[in-house]
């Protein structure tokens, strides 16, 4: 029973939980390849995907109405799909880097009336004739995606990525169901056997079993706890940087180094063994505290020119021609990765899944010594009861 309660039920949960944030991901990265909806387009397209930005103006409980500088957009609210999303404040913030614990919230459509007019809001889906108007509507095969969030456009793609690197992803619907009725269960088999000598261990294991999901919270296993507590967090930033290297190339084909973001601007990479300093320095894609030895950096962002772009020789300090700057495109990435990016990608993967396995086997063994502290309590005390 406590494994299948107390495990097996919070797993299960975890996995969908998972899944579930990993699907939003990977819609969210298709969408924002997908063109940004201006008024020639609204005005000239019969049907497509597109992503629009711009603030939210009203609802009737059915339709949602979004607002840019130049263009007010319908928005269906049948199957879509809407988030409530914090944001760090500042573009410059250090948080763009780590993973929060505050999750974003999968909101029903009842409360979007309570937000405030001009609240910020993300679109991306299928846009067709609704109504003799152009609307964004929800599909089986796209389904549409509404985000509400706070803080500059250029940090919610970080923002996104960060979904789900540090959620305590034993905490989920189906674990309260879980432990309730594993309590439950326990409690009944506990007072069902205290009665009867022959099955008084029974009952006693299971009275220590019914505490087990507090075990961890308790000394002297908490210090084991917090290990633990602490090596998720370098594991989950790691998988972040891990997602920050890649991020860039979904934009090229293999063997690609220009490329066209969807609103026609030529975009690549440039190699070079020093960053630029002065009016030509580039940000980091990549936390400077995670940076290791490296051969050379690779930048990304909005070419000038057509040509192909020049790099710089570990022996020539000169700087490279057609260096990147920063694209018109809220959503495509502008900085210096610290080597090549899925060489990178592959050696955060290995060392957050090291640090991974490590941090259960922390927890596993803080469990087990307050398991056997706790037993041998409770044993003594009973033992103590029971030959009086």
């Not at 339709?63 to 609210?77: D, G, H, N, Q, Y």
């Not at 923002?159 to 009944?188: C, D, E, H, M």
């Not at 090596?231 to 989950?236: D, F, I, M, T, Y």
């Amino acid at each position: 029973m406590v494994v299948f309660w107390y495990v097996l039920v919070p797993v299960v949960g975890a996995i969908f939980n998972y899944r579930s944030w990993r699907n939003f991901q990977q819609w969210f990265n298709k969408l924002r390849l997908k063109p940004f909806l201006d008024y020639t387009a609204y005005q000239t397209t019969e049907e497509g995907l597109f992503r629009f930005i711009g603030g939210f103006e009203s609802t009737d409980g059915q339709t949602l109405w979004i607002r840019s500088t130049k263009l007010t957009v319908p928005v269906a609210i049948a199957g879509a799909q809407t988030y409530l999303f914090p944001m760090p404040k500042g573009e410059t913030a250090p948080e763009d880097f780590y993973p929060d614990e505050e999750a974003p919230e999968r909101i029903r459509w009842d409360r979007v009336s309570t937000l405030t007019e001009g609240a910020r809001v993300f679109v991306g889906g299928l846009l067709r004739p609704l109504d003799n108007r152009m609307t964004f509507v929800s599909t089986k095969e796209n389904p549409l995606l509404v985000i509400f969030y706070d803080g500059p456009e250029r940090s919610l793609t970080n923002g996104i990525i960060r979904v789900g690197q540090y959620q305590n992803k034993y905490w989920n619907r189906l674990t309260p169901y879980g432990i309730i009725l594993g309590a439950f269960s326990l409690i009944i088999m506990a007072f069902s056997f205290i009665s009867r000598p022959a099955f008084r261990l029974t009952s006693i294991v299971a009275f220590i079993a019914l505490f087990i999901p507090f075990y961890p919270f308790l000394p002297p296993g908490m210090i084991f706890t917090m290990l633990y507590r602490r090596l998720r967090r370098q594991a989950g930033i790691y998988h972040f940087c891990r997602d920050l290297a890649r991020l860039p190339l979904s934009y090229f084909f293999p063997g690609e180094k220009i490329t066209k973001l969807p609103d026609g601007e030529s975009y690549g990479y440039v190699s070079c063994a020093t960053l630029p300093t002065g009016e030509k320095a580039v940000p980091l894609l990549i936390p400077e505290e995670l940076l290791r030895k490296r051969k050379n950096w690779y930048v990304f962002g909005a070419m000038s020119g057509e040509g192909p772009p020049q790099t710089e020789t570990a022996g020539d300090p000169a700087e490279p021609v057609n260096f990147p700057g920063q694209p018109r495109d809220l959503f495509a990435p502008w900085g210096a990765i610290p080597g090549e990016p899925e060489t990178l990608a592959r050696g955060y993967t290995s060392r957050g899944r090291l640090l991974e396995i490590i941090s259960w086997l922390m927890l596993l063994v803080g469990l087990v010594v307050n398991i056997f502290f706790i037993g041998m309590i409770v044993f003594v005390g009973m033992a103590i009861f029971f030959l009086r």
